[in-house]
């Protein structure tokens, strides 16, 4: 790991919707999505704390495209918490679409955290849905287990990732996002927008290259 971030006991890694219907073949496919399972396997190995989200909506979710007649997927609406992009119906529960990516190999990973089960809103980062005020637990799930530092790999870098490692940030962990252990979807320069917005707010992008 780049960036002296050696790994001890307080750390942990958040993998990020590492699910079918976002790797290539999938719903909402994120370009190269599935080059990133075996660096994260490699990835998550070093990590002793490791959590993994996934993308669960159900039938008929807000964020489906299909759900807002006249629109479609990749529009961006005005929802009552803020701009919304709309996306293909994906990651519905209990489809193979939302079942992780099957070479995932992390069977140490301690919790599956699920978001995006709400229908009238979508969630994109772990911790908060997009209203930004609603909680998943999982603040307080780090904190009394002593996890200070959080790394974040996964799809989709300037979605997911982005929003989760942005409210990492803002609870007062120390975030470290592993970029080649993410793609991007990259809508209207969002992975270029992503870059900056995170450094901005003091995240660090870091690089599992330097030892791999
Ligand atoms: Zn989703």
Redesign the pocket.
């Known amino acids: 790991m780049s960036d002296g971030a050696i790994i001890d006991g307080s750390d942990v890694l958040i993998v990020v ?1 590492v699910q079918n219907d976002f790797c290539p073949g999938g719903a ?1 496919a994120v370009p190269r999505g599935d080059e990133i399972v075996p660096i994260v396997n490699r990835l998550a190995a070093r990590f002793r704390h490791v959590v993994l989200t996934q ?1 669960w ?1 159900p039938v008929g ?1 807000f ?1 489906f495209a299909s759900n807002h007649p006249g629109k479609k997927p990749y529009d961006t609406i005005a929802a009552p918490y803020g701009p919304q992009v709309l ?1 293909p119906d ?2 519905v529960q209990d489809t193979s679409g939302a079942a992780f990516h099957p070479a995932l190999d992390i069977p140490h990973a301690a919790l599956v955290l699920r978001k ?1 089960m709400e229908r009238s809103i ?3 980062s772990a911790f908060y849905e997009n209203d930004r005020t609603t909680p998943t637990g999982l603040v307080g799930y780090l904190r009394n287990r002593g996890l200070t530092r959080v790394f974040l790999a996964g799809l989709a870098f300037d979605f ?1 990732v982005r929003y989760s490692a942005e409210d990492a940030q803002r609870e007062g962990f120390a975030v470290f996002v592993v970029e080649d252990a993410c793609r991007g979807i990259d809508i209207d320069g969002s992975v270029a927008a992503t870059r900056r917005s995170l450094g901005r707010v003091g995240v660090n992008c870091i690089s599992t290259l330097s030892d791999a």
Do not use: I, R, V
Request: net charge negative; proline share 0%; glycine share 8%.
């Open positions: 919707d909402l993308d909506h979710h964020s996306w994906h990651c995006g979508d969630s994109y997911c």
